[in-house]
Structures are given as structure tokens and as C-alpha cells.
């Protein structure tokens, strides 16, 4: 049996949760003794596995703790207990924005967010004018990013994530935003990912979406995985959970 790409095992992440409606410093410390703290439990115990070149969708309601988990993955938050476990070079897109830097340029961000994700700074220079025209960002490419649109902070991102040599790419809802012509770019793009044998999770409402691009389709509820199979299925029960 081959190494998973991603191995959950027993996974829990829980939340401390403040009630003491503090705005300041201040107020926090002048009611500390009197603070209300409650225990939000995300995800519960959650186990699956991706093997490689799998590409597999995360659907569920909102809460269910789909966004938690990538950020997990992605080492943005650390788990309250359980393993993961990641067998390759990571490219996690998960939010619009995440990791620009709103003063410096595209073009800047680029090299910025490029070597965070394991790029040399030769390398990443050389993959730039790919970046950018992969995003259709022209001559805009050398204004702030707090000048950019949503959609233009989703085909930079996006651009960026595919064009880094990661083995695994995770992705939260980006490719709901953006015109016709660049989502369809997008599809081929994940496309060409999957043809060499590289990995993508990702987490998405567009069910449209999951049929069309996911092997496998994940359920989650209440933090934990319901049910898993063939994205019909899966999306089948989704729809009867209501």
C-alpha cells in the first residue's frame, strides 16, 4: 500500500471561548475574575486518509468544522490532540488574501508568498511573468494588493498555489469567486495538477463543483466524518440531511 499524501488520525481541536464582552485591555483585566469561558469543540475524534494524486472534496454545513481542518492541515492552527500527518510539499489556499500583504504590490507578493511556500528567490523570480499572466493581472500587477478586488485576490492566490511545485494542494471555496473564463482556467489548471500525480483537498457549497473535479467526497458533521464514498452519493445525503 502506497504512503497517504494526508493521514488524519483521531483528530480534536477545541476553541476557549471568552463571555466577558471586554473592548480593551483594561476592561479584561478589571474583569478577569469575573470572566465566562465556554469550550467550543470543532472537530471530535476525525480520521480519514488521501492518498496520492487523490483529489477529494470536504462539503458540509457551516460549522461542521470543514474550514478548521485545513487550517489545521495547512499548520495554521495547532490541533488540541490527534496526528496529522502530510507526505509532501503543501500549497494551502484558503482564504482571499491570506498572506498578501496589503501595502506591498503584486508583484512583490508574489516573491513574498512564493518562498514562503519553498521557493528560492532565483526560482521565484523566475516563475513570475507564469503568475502573472496566469492571473490576468497585467499592468495591475505593481499596485498594492489593498487595491485588488476579491476576485483579483483569487487569481493571484490561486496563480501563486499552482505554480510552486507543491505535491498537495488545499483549497477553501476560492473558485466560487471569479468570472466564467479564469474558473474554467482553474479547472484546467486542477486538471493538470491531478495528471502528475499531485494531491488536492478541498473544501466547497458548489456541489457542481464536487462532482466535477472530486474521486472521492468526504461528509462532515458535528466534526466528524458521517459519510464517505463517490461524490453523488455523498452529496445525495448532504442534500437529504437538509
Keep these: 500500500m502506497s504512503t497517504p499524501a494526508i493521514l488524519i488520525e483521531d483528530l480534536h481541536k477545541e476553541f476557549i ?8 485591555l483594561k476592561t479584561a483585566l478589571l474583569w478577569w475574575k469575573r470572566r465566562r469561558l465556554e469550550t467550543l469543540k470543532v472537530l471530535n475524534g476525525l480520521s480519514f486518509q488521501v492518498g496520492q494524486g487523490e483529489c477529494v472534496a470536504l462539503i458540509g454545513k457551516n460549522g461542521a468544522g470543514k474550514s478548521t481542518l485545513l487550517s489545521l492541515i495547512a499548520r495554521v492552527y495547532r490541533p488540541t490532540s490527534g496526528r496529522i500527518t502530510v507526505n509532501g510539499r503543501t500549497a494551502p489556499l484558503l482564504e482571499l488574501g491570506a498572506g498578501f500583504h496589503p501595502d506591498l504590490t503584486g ?3 508574489i516573491l513574498f508568498n512564493a518562498m514562503i511556500l519553498g521557493l528560492s528567490r532565483k526560482d521565484a523570480l523566475a516563475r513570475t511573468g507564469e503568475i502573472v499572466d496566469f492571473a ?16 483579483m485576490l483569487a487569481r493571484l492566490g490561486f496563480a501563486i498555489a499552482v505554480n510552486v511545485d507543491a505535491d498537495i494542494l488545499i483549497v477553501d471555496e476560492v473558485l466560487a469567486v471569479g468570472d466564467f473564463e479564469f474558473e474554467e482556467k482553474c479547472y484546467r489548471k486542477i486538471e493538470e495538477f491531478r495528471s502528475v500525480g499531485h494531491t488536492i483537498l478541498f473544501v466547497s457549497h458548489q456541489m457542481e463543483s464536487v462532482m466535477r473535479v472530486a474521486d472521492r467526497c468526504l461528509l462532515l458533521e458535528h466534526g466528524q466524518v458521517s459519510m464517505e464514498g463517490a461524490p453523488s452519493d455523498v452529496i445525495a445525503r448532504y442534500h437529504e440531511s437538509g
Excluded at 471561548?17 to 480593551?24: D, L, T
Aim: hydrophobic letters at 30%.
Design 136 to 151: 490576468e493581472l497585467g499592468g495591475q500587477i505593481d499596485a498594492p494588493v489593498r487595491t485588488f478586488s476579491s476576485g
Design 17 to 24: 471561548v471568552s463571555h466577558s464582552g471586554a473592548g480593551s
Design 107 to 109: 508583484l512583490e507578493n
